[in-house]
Structures are given as C-alpha cells and as structure tokens.
C-alpha cells in the first residue's frame, strides 16, 4: 500500500531526528563550518544536512528544528560562543604620544575551539577595536616597525575591555626592541627616542673619539643583539678607506641588516650608505679622501696601536666620558660632505603613518647648516616616505627614504637628509617620531 504525503514526511523527519540523537551520543563529536552547523539568532545551533548523500544517493530532509551541542561551542557559563572585544588607544613607552596605524593581534578562540589569531589597526588617533576574542585571559600585541609591545587582559563573556587614559592605555614596551645609537655631532636622535620612552645603548661616534663605535661595528656578536642601530650625523663613518676593519664594518653591517636588523642614518652620515648599499641611493655630496687616495691605519681603528694613541683631549660636544677615558686616532677621519643650502623647505609627506602622527600631509622643514647632504635618486624599490613640494628649492626630490637591500626577510634601512638637532621651532618633532617608529 502506497504511504501517504503525511506519512512520508513523518517519515523524513523521524529518520533526520534518528540520525541527530546518533551523532550527539557519539563518542566524539567535532563540528566544521561544512557540517551543516548554523547558529540562529537565538543563540541556538541548527544542524543540518546535505540533501543528496555522495556515497548512496540517499535523500536526507533538511531537519526541522534544532539541537543542543553540548559544551562543544560552549565558551562560557553564560551561554554560547560569546566572544568579547577590546577597544583603546596605542601609545608609545612614554604612555603620552599615541601610535596610529599600530597593529594589534591576539591569539583565541573562534566558536568551534579553534585556535585562531584575530587583528585590526589603530585609526590616526591611535584608537582601535578588536573583536572576537573568546572569554578569559588574552594577551594583546601592538606592533609598530621594530616596535612592539604586549599586554594582558581579561575578556569578560560578551563583554568589553577598555584601555585608555584611565584604565592604561596599550603602549609598546620600552625595553622590548634593543637599540643602540652612534653618536655625531650634528644630531641626536638618542633625544627622540628618550622622549618617546625607549631605552637605548649609545656608543661615541664623534669625529675624533669615535673608537667605541668602530668598536661595535668589528663585533658582530655584540651588533647582532641590536634591533635597530642609529647612524647620526657627524660620526665621519664612511668607511671608504680601504683596509682591513672598515671591510670587516661593511661586512658585519650587511650581515646584521640581513639578520632582521634596522639601520636609521641621517646627513653627514650618507658616506656609510654610500659605501655600505651604493645602488639603492645616489646622493648629493663629495667623498673625502677619494676612494683610492692612501689613508692612513689610524683613520680606522677600533683597537688602536700605540703609534695611533694621543692624551684625550676635550672637545665640546663629544661624548660624555669621552674626555678622560677614551683615545683618538692622530690622523682626521674621512669625510662626507653634501651640498644643500641653508633654509626652509616645504615637503610632502607621501606615507600614511608619517602623515597620521603628523597631522598633516605637508610640513616644514629648516636646514640650519649648508652642507647637507641631499639625494639625487633612487633605484627601484626605494620608498620615499617625503619629498621637496612643488615650488620649494628641492621640488619633488626626496628628503626621507626607507629600502630593504637584502629583501623582505631582512630589515629596514631609512635615511634622512634632515635631523632633530638646532630645529628653530617644535615643528619637526612629530616627523622625528614617525620616522623612529617606521623603521
């Protein structure tokens, strides 16, 4: 006797209901996107099925209603799949200047338990939102450049945690990125950094005691802990004689950008760029001596002889310490020396985050000294994060770049034809700051 309408649909729905009690009293039990699990907006999952069997041709009815998973999604005690979210502001150590286009990213769980890593990026005021974090202790990771810090926090189910000025706000780590600065004469950038909030090792680079520094770039062990090394201006490294230490500079520069490590220049301090990456940037300057004049031994020791050693002497400007401690070499070290003018120029800011900490998208910039050492062009590959305007003496030409020599697995290299030191107004100080945090 043929079954009624009814019958079979009472039928369908018998055997859908069969097959769901079987699979929730299974020993285990795992549920995919693909199962057919679907969560209503009553907070409830429905379980369904694919009309067509692959392997029998079966038809199985789409189930009517829905059923309980258990504590498979279950995340916490107030219900299902309740993830939480954070919202606040991204800072730098000093816990005043805010980061914008800062990442943070945490690690949780999604609603089937799964491991997953969720991020999103702060917005010009450096205030972000980052949902999807599953209930109970996370840990949060900003990451600007080099630059990171973490953060833990409790996530309440379906609820939110706020971190701004009252309750902290979610700063890089001071100490979390290791940099060293070689110090000049003619800038320093060791001041940014200490008024952003980050620790740093300084290592004299004046011009005539500058034997700590040659120091630090023989000893590849002791520059590989370094994560961002600072060039100012005025150390005279340019490391065009052609001897013994300065190949073994240029050789521990190249493996140490190849390692991961950043490297920042300013001005004067193009002669090491000149000689250590000569294809990515064509500066604007004169090299003295030439690269194939005789120089002596003693413009280049690290471990000077005793033929290279005079009594220190003090000299304004140098090093502390320097006066009674260190030695200078008896013969002048090599030079860079540019060509640019002294006066104020107009720039456009092309990249994002320099423009969002900026506030702008152009700024001024004064060179009090001539002399500088400006750039001609660059080769593919050579981001240019600010450039001349049109209408100012270096129209459309590159003031700041920033390039990768060795690719995308090794570090970062930015040069700056301009610098912090003798700025007549506090106009270059957001772009100081941007730049720090860019590498």
Known sequence: MARSPETRASGRRALALTLALWACDSETLVFEASDGLHRRPDGRFELGFAPQS???????????????????????????????????????????????????????????????????TSDERGRFTLRGLSPGPVTLEVRSGSFVGRYRVTVPPDGQVTLDDQNGKLCLAPDATRLAVITGQFDRIEDVLARLGFEHESACGHAVYDR??????????????????????????????????????????????????????????????????????????????????PVSTC?????????????????????????????????????????????????????????????????????????????????????????????SSQVNRPLVVRFAPEGSQGGRVVYTTFHNHDQPDLTIDPLMEAIVLRL
């Open 54 to 120: 692959p392997t029998t041709g079966l038809e199985i009815p789409q189930l009517d209603g829905s059923v309980t998973t258990g504590d498979l999604t279950r995340l916490t005690d107030a219900g299902y799949c309740q993830p939480g979210l954070v919202v606040g502001i991204t800072c730098a150590p000093n816990g005043r200047t805010v980061v914008p286009l800062a990442t943070i990213s945490a690690q949780t769980r999604d609603c089937f338990g799964h491991e997953v890593v969720v991020s999103t």
């Open 212 to 293: 700590p520094a040659r120091r630090l770039l023989t000893d590849l062990p002791t520059l590989a802990l370094t994560d961002v090394l600072f060039v100012n201006c005025g150390t005279h490294l340019n490391l065009r004689a052609d001897n013994v230490e300065h190949r073994q500079m240029l050789e521990n520069l190249r493996a140490f950008v190849r390692g991961g490590g950043s490297l920042y220049v300013s001005d004067l301090a193009a002669g090491l760029l000149n000689v250590l990456y000569p294809a990515f940037v064509t500066f604007d300057g004169t090299s003295f001596p030439s690269a194939d004049a």
């Open 299 to 391: 413009c280049a020791c690290g471990d000077c002889p005793p033929e290279c050693i005079e009594r220190p002497r003090p000299i304004s400007g140098v090093c502390a310490g320097t006066s009674d401690q260190s030695v200078a070499c008896t013969a002048p070290n090599p030079s860079f020396i540019g060509r640019g003018r002294v006066g104020a120029v107009e720039a456009v800011i092309h990249d994002a985050q320099l423009r969002a900490h900026v506030g702008s998208a152009s700024v001024l910039i004064r060179y009090n000294l001539a002399g500088w050492v400006g750039i001609t062009d660059t080769s593919d590959g050579v981001e240019v994060l600010v450039s001349g305007a049109p209408g």
